[in-house]
């Protein structure tokens, strides 16, 4: 095997965000940009000369492309085995399952999630370690550090590897072994849930699904699980065959952008039951019953207060975690069973040494994102798998299933607010003003609340100590309402100021208000904070979830 060295000059423009490198395509197309960032990687992570790597991405544009690319690169980097999905494919979960069952040494992912595809979309690229999580900030910052002085990166000079049919190959010493995306991880579902209950709730015709894949990656996963594992209805999966645009969709699974689905299960009474939509990658999920909506923070909540009625869980879960952003709702489940509820802060990394050191079962996110201790990632198709066995085994819908837990633990009124695309100086200054004042806001009365507390939110990792800081401005009040404001780490324009605002109502004759209304007085008090319109001259927000 020949290996070419290739002269190239820095970008200082490859900082991963929340969730890995996200930028336009047109930006990924430029010269060097790809090999230069996962050679970082590679400098980075000798942990994968001589063992195994496990590689695929959700089918986006530029996803064969950059296969073959960091395979080459892998093997003039010495890794010895590449497990790849066929046609480049694999969901992060899927990743996250390959690597523990086969003890890879970590993963590269090509995803930008829930953000549009396409020529003109966005592309991504991330790094799992062994534990099949999302490596650390201490990993991603010192990938960004290498990325701002490489000057060479080295490329296996071969033809590209057929990625259209499942066979084993090799360069060089590299074996390269193209597998079917879904089998292992179809198998690891069927340990967790009792698919026969489902399977048989099917048959009887008492429940009808409808799943959106949105084309994206989760199209083969769903129609194998759901279609021909559950023996669903015909047209349990819609939008099934991912396309390298997403169809022109933006495949973020909300009432906004699954629009489709959403007309189906609010089409009357002979609508499907039970509805459920993932992204680009698959490991975020929403799900919905007949003209009825479950926030995903809401969705953490009862799969914690009902995790021991499934298999996988039977055992009882011991402890769950969320991140800042997402509603307290799970928190009143953990105090009443008694188990712990850790905060962090929002990236599904920070769940990873929780899990690894036995401390939580389940965590969760505001952002459509729910998992539990089976993997490191967050897992679109097992949360749509646990409501289905849930619904098996109460033999209720997901609205009677909602409402009851409401009605025994309280409701969160949840909202969050985006204003995308603000200037990035325009932003850094708003959260910077509201941190100077958040010392000063305690006490303070906005109409009828007042405020307790008010910090720029900081995470001490109870398991290695290490300290992250700056995650977000909270604001609790005396009531247990809370607002919180940040700036998100995934967007690839400007930045995108996140504001999310709860309300805890335990009345449960007061669990029917539209939640925007019930949040109104809440939503203005944000605004007046943070100086929303004056600073950035918007009127209202763009996406409202
Ligand atoms: C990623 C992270 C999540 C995070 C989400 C939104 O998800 O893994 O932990 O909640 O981004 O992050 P932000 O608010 O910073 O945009 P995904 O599905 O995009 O990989």
New binding site residues.
């Given amino acids: 095997m020949n290996i070419i060295n290739i002269s190239t000059t820095p970008f200082d423009d490859q900082k991963p965000?929340?969730?890995?490198l996200?930028k336009k395509v047109s930006v990924f197309q430029q010269p060097h940009y790809l090999e230069n960032f996962v050679q970082s990687i590679f400098d980075n992570a000798p942990q994968l000369k001589g063992e195994l790597m496990v590689l695929g991405g959700d089918g986006r544009f530029y996803n064969k492309q950059a296969v073959q690319t960091i395979l080459k690169m892998a093997a003039a980097y010495g890794v010895k085995r590449v497990l790849v999905g066929e046609n480049g494919l694999l969901s992060?979960p899927a990743v996250s399952c390959l690597i523990r069952k086969n003890s890879a040494a970590g993963g590269i992912i090509l995803?930008?999630?829930?953000?549009p595809g396409g020529e003109n979309g966005d592309f991504?690229i991330?790094f799992n370690i062994a534990n099949g999580g999302?490596a650390p900030t201490s990993f991603t910052d010192a990938v960004f550090e290498t990325s701002k002085v490489l000057t060479e990166y080295q490329v296996a000079e071969c033809d590209d590897i057929a990625l259209d049919h499942q066979h084993k190959t090799h360069i060089g010493d590299m074996k390269i072994e193209v597998i079917d995306p879904v089998t292992d991880y179809a198998e690891l579902m069927g340990h967790l849930f009792d698919f026969d209950k489902i399977r048989s709730l099917f048959s009887s015709g008492l429940l009808s699904m409808c799943f959106d894949a949105m084309h994206a990656v989760t199209g083969p996963y769903a129609k194998a699980i759901f279609e021909k594992g559950l023996s669903a209805n015909n047209g349990a999966v819609i939008n099934g065959i991912p396309l390298e645009d997403f169809g022109g969709g933006h495949p973020d699974p909300n009432l906004a952008h699954a629009e489709e689905l959403v007309d189906i299960l609010n089409a009357g009474p002979s609508a499907p039951q039970f509805g459920a939509a993932s992204?680009?990658?698959g490991?975020?999920n929403m799900i919905i019953g007949q003209d009825f909506f479950v926030n995903p923070s809401d969705s953490l909540a009862i799969m914690t207060a009902n995790a021991h009625l499934l298999p996988g869980y039977s055992q009882g879960i011991c402890g769950v975690a969320r991140?800042l952003?997402t509603s307290r709702a799970v928190d009143k489940v953990a105090q009443a069973i008694g188990i712990e509820c850790y905060e962090t802060p929002?990236?599904?990394?920070?769940f990873g040494n929780l899990l690894d050191d036995n401390r939580i079962t389940l965590c969760g996110?505001?952002?459509?994102?729910s998992g539990s201790d089976h993997i490191r990632?967050?897992d679109g198709i097992w949360a749509v798998l646990f409501w289905l066995n849930l619904i098996a085994v109460k033999q209720q819908s997901v609205e009677q299933i909602t409402r009851d837990h409401w009605k025994q633990f309280g409701r969160h009124y949840y909202t969050r607010h985006d204003y995308e695309a603000i200037d990035s100086t325009i932003a850094d200054d708003m959260m910077q003003n509201m941190r100077d004042k958040a010392g000063s806001l305690s006490g303070q009365t906005f109409g009828g609340y007042t405020v307790q507390l008010c910090d720029d939110f900081s995470y001490t990792d109870p398991v290695d100590n290490s300290i992250t800081e700056h995650q977000g401005i909270r604001i609790l009040f005396d009531d247990e309402s809370r607002i919180v404001f940040?700036?998100?780490?995934?967007?690839t324009e400007g930045a995108?100021l996140?504001v999310y605002i709860e309300r805890y109502v335990m009345d449960a004759d007061k669990h029917d208000l539209p939640t925007q209304e019930a949040l109104a007085e809440l939503i203005e008090i944000a605004n007046q904070v943070a100086e929303i319109q004056q600073r950035c001259g918007r009127e209202k927000p763009d996406v409202i979830t």
């Fill in positions: 965000g929340t969730s890995g996200r992060t995803s930008a999630s829930h953000n991504g991330k999302p992204d680009g990658d490991d975020r991140s952003p929002t990236g599904w990394k920070y996110e505001e952002s459509f994102g990632e967050k940040r700036l998100s780490g995934t967007g995108t996140r």
